[in-house]
T-cell receptor, first 114, second 112 residues
Framework: KAGVTQTPRYLIKTRGQQVTLSCSPI?????VSWYQQTPGQGLQFLFE???????NKGNFPGRFSGRQFSNSRSEMNVSTLELGDSALYLC???FGQGEGNTIYFGEGSWLTVV | SQQGEEDPQALSIQEGENATMNCSYK?????LQWYRQNSGRGLVHLIL?????REKHSGRLRVTLDTSKKSSSLLITASRAADTASYFC????????????FGAGTQVVVTP
């Protein structure tokens, strides 16, 4: 079955613009989470959604937002882009939220802010 | 600060050799997951080990977990050039199963 699918894979944006990234979880998975990966900060948690509800949010400014739809697909949005937002954004999905649920990641969306 | 810390930060070995990397974490956990990341790509899930398990195998991979020492190790046997990647351990957050906390990773280079 298909894995976690993220679109777009690569994008370049200008400072001040906004961007929307999309994630389709593995079929049947209801939990989706997002991570930012940069060389300096490593992998950092952004958000977690389960059944359209945000369950947890990482330590990121309000410019970072997300949502989950009834079909479990998720989007994240970054407004007023800054150079420091350049990163690999990874989406992950799992069946549920219980202990022992394997979490699978997509290939990521590479965002470059110029 | 990060929950997991991998050691060593970098490892260079030749094909056929074994590669061992360690992960230490700070708080009690219910499970620990290991991932591989090839340059510029996403994370590939390798193994999940539960807190009541001491050892788990998957192909050429062997993972151990010592909850008393809050540490885990990943052993790759008979390494291949295709094993060249960064390896991360991840533990669930105290407040959420889906909030993984990662270490900085171990960068493994396998030369032919």
């Amino acid at each position: 079955k298909a894995g976690v699918t993220q679109t777009p894979r690569y994008l370049i944006k200008t400072r001040g613009q906004q961007v929307t990234l999309s994630c389709s979880p593995i079929s049947g998975h209801r939990s989706v989470s997002w991570y930012q990966q940069t060389p300096g900060q490593g992998l950092q948690f952004l958000f977690e959604y389960f059944s359209e509800t945000q369950r947890n949010k990482g330590n990121f400014p309000g410019r970072f937002s997300g949502r989950q739809f009834s079909n479990s697909r998720s989007e994240m949005n970054v407004s007023t882009l800054e150079l420091g937002d350049s990163a690999l954004y990874l989406c992950a999905s799992s069946f549920g939220q219980g202990e022992g649920n394997t979490i699978y990641f997509g290939e990521g969306s590479w965002l470059t802010v110029v | 600060s990060q929950q997991g810390e991998e050691d060593p930060q970098a490892l260079s070995i030749q094909e056929g050799e074994n590669a061992t990397m360690n992960c230490s974490y700070k708080t009690s956990i219910n499970n620990l997951q290991w991932y591989r990341q090839n340059s510029g790509r996403g994370l590939v899930h390798l193994i999940l080990i539960r807190s009541n398990e001491r050892e788990k195998h998957s192909g050429r991979l062997r993972v151990t977990l010592d909850t008393s020492k809050k540490s885990s190790s990943l052993l790759i046997t008979a390494s291949r050039a295709a094993d060249t990647a960064s390896y991360f351990c991840a533990t669930p957050g105290a407040d959420s199963w889906g909030k993984l906390q990662f270490g900085a990773g171990t960068q493994v280079v396998v030369t032919p």
